[in-house]
């Protein structure tokens, strides 16, 4: 799924909103998960700050990696093979979506249009098709 340059910059301008309240982001982000769908919170072992934190990370790689995408697939496509060993299914990448989406929203307010959501949703899409891919060859 290719992103446009406008998509882009949205993401940008937007993360850089989003980076500085992070662990708060996070918090939101795993309450609303759990919310959606309780049985979730049996796959996270570690603490859920520690997770928040990794989350956040992989987000900020993803954002600072926009231009050049090809150079992330590869961390990428390991976490998605990591986390078969969770115990992730490939529905549960929906459920993830939604409740990133939802926390953006949270974040962000009036500065989620449907612009914004529309390019957030393009680079998760981006991303769970790249970590399930990358799961569907080992399982």
Not at 38 to 64: R, W
Not at 71 to 90: C, L, M, N, T
């Amino acid at each position: 799924m290719m992103m446009t340059p406008e998509q882009t910059i949205l993401i940008r301008d937007t993360w850089k909103k989003v980076e500085p309240i992070a662990d708060t982001v996070a918090e939101l982000f795993y309450a609303r998960l759990f919310e959606m769908d309780p049985s979730l919170e049996m796959l996270f072992k570690s603490d859920i700050k520690t997770q928040g934190a990794k989350l956040m990370k992989m987000i900020a790689m993803a954002v600072s990696a926009l231009d050049r995408f090809e150079a992330v697939i590869p961390s990428i496509q390991s976490s998605g093979r990591r986390h078969v060993g969770y115990d992730v299914k490939e529905e549960d990448y929906d459920t993830v979506g939604g409740a990133l989406l939802w926390t953006l929203e949270k974040g962000l307010g009036s500065e989620f249009t449907p612009e914004v959501e529309d390019a957030w949703a393009a680079l998760y899409g981006k991303l769970a098709s790249i970590m399930k891919d990358a799961a569907r060859e080992i399982s």
